[in-house]
């Protein structure tokens, strides 16, 4: 068998190896605490899942239209009206599989080979990982807790290669980063300037802690911006996302969407028309993370680790293990096996710190969290001698 050079490209995915070994060492009996997964702990809102089961009986199983239902989309457009103030029409509103669905097609529609992707480092893995499938040039920026782990303005004119398409994650998956507004503005007019685009990923917006937020849709109708529904509705299973388009990329995603997806998920969608209506359950799964995040940043600093930038947002902690004088990647697997903790390595997100750095989730409960670093104080002290 002949693999691709394409798919020899291809990083592995550590989190999802990680889990899948911690849940072979759980089928044996073995008590592992997860701060590695980014899914959330709380189940879907009853609501939306009887919403789910009504279409169902009602028979709207079928497929649907390729860019989502109407009522999903106009749903969403009253939703940036009224929780972000942001007049968003509904025709430029696009349902996708999930968000990472909607990266597969604006790379898709947007990159081939001679054009070039811009990602953070440290940042989300699976950018790198899709673009690879349209053969496009992968650029990295490193970004340090200097700049708040935020791309500026500054690092791009510091580069001597065009950037076509620069997507930043708001808040930041692994960092927690919250962008200021000011600084997606000048992004968005350096790389406008210049021909670019920029693509801003607000799947955790929902999430932010001490802190305000405005959507970057409220910058430029120019700017794409890509959200869903699986952290902060807890709708992780139900594969569902959405992003906002210029009106002139509406049709050329279309006919990527129809031969790749035919349509979204029928039931999800339905079922996600009442999940943008539990903002009390959202709230209030929002105030339980910012509990556990206010728990486990002073507790990491207090065993050893570096916290340089306190999240404010997502459910994540980028934190440094200089001290320990060991490599990410041996950190988590002896943690994992010895502690019987879960944690994610730096290399997961590029590979600027990579080896200095992990990333510990705080998706799960907060007993499980205290008992996660209990573990931890208790293994700490054999790993450095």
């Not at 809102?45 to 089961?53: C, R």
């Amino acid at each position: 068998m002949n693999i691709s050079q394409r798919a020899r490209q291809v990083s592995p995915f550590y989190v999802m190896e990680l889990l899948e070994k911690a849940r072979e060492l759980e089928a044996q009996g073995k008590s592992i605490i997860h701060m590695e997964v980014g899914e959330p702990g709380f189940e879907t809102p009853l609501p939306v899942k009887e919403e789910a089961v009504c279409a169902a009986k009602d028979g709207k199983t079928f497929y649907t239209h390729s860019l989502g239902i109407p009522e999903l989309r106009s749903a969403i457009s009253r939703h940036y009206r009224d929780l972000h103030k942001v007049d968003v029409p509904p025709e430029r509103v696009i349902v996708t599989n999930g968000s990472s669905g909607a990266f597969v097609l604006l790379f898709a529609a947007l990159l081939e080979r001679g054009r070039t992707l811009a990602i953070p480092d440290p940042g989300y893995p699976c950018y790198r990982n899709i673009a690879l499938l349209v053969d496009c040039g992968i650029l990295s920026i490193p970004v340090t807790d200097e700049t708040g782990y935020e791309i500026t303005a500054a690092h791009l004119d510091r580069l001597d290669t065009f950037v076509d398409l620069l997507i930043v994650t708001n808040p930041s998956n692994p960092t927690g980063t919250v962008y200021r507004y000011g600084t997606l503005e000048k992004l968005h007019d350096r790389l406008c300037g210049l021909g670019g685009t920029l693509i801003v990923d607000e799947i955790y917006s929902e999430l932010v802690y001490n802190t305000g937020f405005r959507s970057s849709a409220a910058i430029s109708e120019n700017i794409i911006v890509v959200n869903g529904f699986s952290k902060a509705y807890a709708m992780t299973g139900w594969r569902l996302g959405w992003m906002i388009v210029p009106g002139e990329l509406v049709r050329p995603v279309q006919k990527f969407a129809q031969n790749l997806f035919i349509s979204p998920p029928s039931l999800s969608q339905y079922a996600a028309i009442s999940a943008l209506d539990q903002r009390d359950a959202v709230e209030h799964m929002r105030r339980l993370y910012q509990e556990r995040r206010d728990f486990l940043v002073p507790r990491l600093k207090s065993l050893g680790f570096s916290v340089p930038v306190n999240p404010s947002g997502a459910f994540y902690v980028y934190a440094g293990i200089e001290r320990f004088d060991i490599d990410s990647m041996d950190f988590v697997n002896r943690a994992l096996l010895e502690a019987g903790v879960a944690i994610t390595p730096g290399y997961d997100f590029g590979s600027f710190g990579a080896g200095s750095h992990v990333r510990f989730s705080y998706a799960n409960t907060l007993e499980n969290i205290k008992e996660g670093c209990e573990r931890l104080g208790r293994w700490l002290p054999a790993l450095c001698k």
